[in-house]
């Protein structure tokens, strides 16, 4: 997607999180990329949080993308 986008990026990775709060969705995002995200060969980042907690649910995406 981000070649799509014009980024030339050597390698990426996404990672997702999601639950009832923010601080769960986040939560989700450490625990899955707990090796991708101490790799320093990712020198770019993005990170959102849709946090809808009045409907009971919360999302976080993070983007990391290396030369």
Do not use: S
């Amino acid at each position: 997607m981000l070649h799509e986008l014009g980024y030339n990026a050597g390698k990426a990775k996404l990672l997702a999180g999601y639950g009832d709060i923010a601080a769960k969705a986040i939560h989700g995002i450490l625990l899955q990329g707990w090796a991708a995200i101490p790799d320093c060969t990712y020198t770019k980042y993005g990170v959102d949080v849709l946090d809808n907690t009045g409907e009971g649910y919360a999302l976080a995406a993070m983007v990391l993308a290396g030369d």
